[in-house]
């Protein structure tokens, strides 16, 4: 989902949009490498953002904002193309900068949101047996669908134009109910009480709180367990022989 919320399309269309607004090739060329540069410092922004926040509000205000800069860039560069098909410089540049604004907003926000959250998050919640693997699962399957998208980007900008950051907007508007619905909070928590967070047998972030919670009120000793080395929750199947319990002995319905 990262590489769908707009930064492949912007990385291809960016120039273009710049060329639009009636800056000649060297000097879009020139802001096009400005804009990579506030792309890069942005990223600093999760430094004194991301503990204070969560990880989820981090990637909700993310798409927000993304979502917004991909609809006007690409509502701007509709007008800009228009205008310039009528003859009109000054409103065609007036359109062309406007959206030239939006791929800076765009891209600052993509740089302290959902640039670092998906990388950082499959590091939290994986069990420490399979952590490494599953890093590794994650980066291979970022190269597939990096590669295809960037394949694809070309095709769609030849076929429907600026329409295509209008989807990559909607991708934005999806992300929001995906990270409300599959992605429980990872911030301040101890990479023991993964464990338990992950522990409900069901990938909705609501069963898992739930789940998390009860663990931890009716088996107070189950995180200590945890702390001292001792497997807790079944990496497979969440919960020991697929009963409400921890591979510790406590259960959901008490001690045992």
């Not at 497997?231 to 022989?241: F, T």
Request: proline residues 4%.
């Amino acid at each position: 989902m990262q590489e769908w919320v707009g930064i492949a399309g912007v990385t291809i269309y960016a120039p273009t949009i710049f060329s639009i607004a009636g800056f000649d090739s060297k000097k879009f060329q020139w802001i096009s490498g400005l804009n990579n540069i506030f792309y890069m410092f942005s990223t600093l922004i999760c430094v004194f953002t991301l503990d204070r926040i969560g990880r989820r509000n981090t990637l909700y205000w993310g798409s927000v904002a993304q979502g917004i800069a991909m609809f006007l860039a690409g509502g701007f560069s509709r007008l800009a193309i228009d205008a310039t098909d009528a003859g009109d410089a000054s409103k065609a540049s007036g359109y062309g900068a406007a959206a030239a604004s939006m791929i800076f907003i765009f891209t600052s926000t993509f740089g302290a949101t959902w640039l670092t959250v998906p990388w950082l998050y499959p590091a939290e919640i994986f069990p420490l047996a399979v952590r490494a693997k599953g890093n590794a699962w994650g980066v291979v399957g970022w190269s597939i669908r990096n590669g295809w998208l960037t394949l694809l980007c070309p095709v769609m900008f030849g076929a429907i134009g600026e329409k295509t950051l209008y989807i990559f907007g909607v991708a934005n508007a999806l992300s929001l109910p995906m990270v409300w619905a599959l992605y429980p909070e990872s911030n301040q928590r101890t990479l023991e009480e993964m464990d338990l967070l992950f522990a409900a047998g069901t990938p909705w972030n609501w069963d898992a709180e739930r789940t998390f919670a009860q663990l931890k009120e009716q088996n107070p000793g189950l995180l200590q367990a945890a702390r001292h080395g001792h497997a807790v929750v079944d990496p497979e199947d969440g919960l020991v022989d697929g009963k409400p319990r921890a591979a510790s002995g406590f259960s959901l319905e008490g001690k045992e």
